[in-house]
């Protein structure tokens, strides 16, 4: 499970209690308090999330993060 607050993308892994615990992707930069993200899509080895200004792509194999930035003007 993935999830998005506050700015921050999150893995959710069970412990050994089977309780969930959220688990902050250290290479996805805090995006801000203040930023909505309100997609996920994960597909083959990419994690793509939104924003109302945004989009990002989360490579699993190389822990890259790819940033494209919204231009009303394109």
Avoid: C, M
Wanted: aromatic share 12%; charged share 15%.
């Amino acid at each position: 499970i993935w999830v998005g607050n506050n700015g921050s993308i999150y893995k959710i892994i069970p412990n050994r209690n089977n309780n969930l615990l959220p688990q902050a992707i250290s290479e996805i930069p805090n995006l801000g308090p203040a930023l909505f993200i309100s997609t996920i899509l994960i597909k083959e080895n990419l994690i793509w999330f939104g924003t109302e200004n945004a989009l990002f792509r989360y490579n699993l194999s190389d822990k890259s993060t790819k940033h494209y930035i919204y231009n009303p003007a394109d």
